[in-house]
């Protein structure tokens, strides 16, 4: 007979490496002042898992703090959250022609539709299930990317009309996506904002009355009054991300890894793959169990520091797969103490933002970023 000893783990799961905690008291607060900003109703973007932070978290914190939507781009992700229980309106606005669109009517989801051809399958759809679609017409507004083209915008427009009076679509909003909108004042925000205005006249020249009409994100909500209509979409900022630089939003993400190893390094000692950096000291050197496969850039090396004893520390070596190699120098650090690798920065600690700038990217794609390895 196995002996259950032998099926147990060797070291208990929430302390044998990097683990990752959410504030959601930050992203309440985030929420509560996104949401005086918008002035109408507040959509909460939890895509990507929330950016990160667990869609199901921030989407119920959200809503409990000002948001009255769900925003979401993919119906798969739009459908988990239905089977999670949250009942609140929810838009789906990025999904292939071919995805069953039959799951939106059951769930009662929103989506988008970007062209005709996306516009006939969803009432295809509708006319299976016996009830109308609710759908967002999606204008591209200066991106060149999702959202129809302008010279379509009027044939989209008479085919959700013609959709309506068949009663297999009801038109609920129109919707855009400034390109520029984390640099206010930039001449592209003004153009997004004209096309929008136009492609709300040509929808209702063609006889649609949508309720509701979204142009402006996280930034256009800060920052351009302008773009705010009958509600906003904001994402990274309930979360602690102003991407325009002009509002204090508190950082929701703290990431930590154990010191697992210390070693005496003399001078001289070369560090990591390729032995980009070399000791020019004696010093002490702390590993952690956590690299790139976890969301750590590689291309941070040699400039990133985390937090250990209260104190920066640099980042020495290459970041590998799955380990990083730290300075602590002289601290009194100890196998089993904890280093902060990014946290919101009130204890002196690196930041989303921090990294960010080390790794040549935005802080998005940092909190996007972290493995499944690491412990929620």
């Known amino acids: 007979m196995t002996s259950t000893a032998l099926l147990e783990p060797v070291v208990d799961h929430r302390t ?7 504030d959601l008291t930050a992203i309440a607060e985030n929420t509560r002042l996104l949401a005086d900003r918008a002035g109408g109703a507040l959509m909460a973007v939890v895509k990507a898992d929330g950016f990160g932070h667990g869609a ?10 000002g948001a009255s939507w769900l925003g979401v781009t993919s119906l798969e992700e739009a459908v988990a959250l239905r089977l999670d229980g949250i009942t609140a309106p929810v838009l789906s606005w990025l999904n292939p022609v071919d995805v069953p669109f039959r799951q939106a009517l059951v769930h009662d989801i929103d989506v988008a539709v970007p062209g005709p051809e ?3 399958v969803v009432a295809a759809a509708a006319r299976r299930a016996g009830k109308p679609a609710r759908v967002h017409l999606h204008l591209d507004v200066g991106l060149a990317r999702d959202g129809a083209a302008p010279l379509a915008w009027a044939r989209l427009c008479h085919a959700a009309r013609r959709a309506e009076r068949d009663g297999t679509v009801r038109v609920l909003g129109v919707m855009g996506h400034l390109a520029c909108a984390d640099e206010p004042g930039h001449p592209a925000n003004a153009a997004g904002r004209e096309r929008f205005a136009w492609g709300v006249a040509v929808a209702r020249r063609h006889g649609l009355r949508p309720p509701l009409r979204h142009l402006a994100a996280t930034s256009a909500t800060l920052t351009d009054p302008l773009s705010r209509h009958t509600l906003c979409r904001v994402g ?4 602690g991300i102003d991407p325009t630089g002009t509002t204090a939003l508190r950082g929701a993400m703290t990431l930590t890894a154990p010191v697992v190893s210390i070693r005496e390094a003399g001078a001289g000692t070369p560090v ?12 002490r050197l702390a590993l952690l169990p956590l690299g790139y496969a976890d969301g750590v850039p590689r291309c941070a090396s040699g400039v990133a520091e985390v937090a250990v004893h209260g104190r920066r520390c ?3 070596g290459r970041i590998s797969m799955d380990q990083v190699v ?4 002289a601290l009194p650090v100890a196998v ?8 919101p920065g009130g204890h002196g600690e690196p930041t989303i933002a921090d990294w960010a700038a080390w790794s040549g990217t935005i802080p998005h794609e940092i909190v996007t970023g972290i493995g499944a390895r690491v412990h929620r």
């Open 16 to 22: 044998r490496g990097a683990a990752l905690q959410v």
């Open 118 to 120: 996306h516009l006939a």
């Open 236 to 239: 990274a900022g309930l979360v």
């Open 326 to 329: 730290v300075d602590v120098g």
């Open 272 to 283: 990591g793959y390729g032995h980009q950096w070399t000791a020019a000291r004696a010093t």
């Open 56 to 65: 199901a978290r921030v989407a119920r914190t959200a809503l409990r703090n």
């Open 336 to 343: 089993g103490d904890v280093a902060t690798v990014f946290g």
């Open 314 to 316: 640099p980042v020495v």
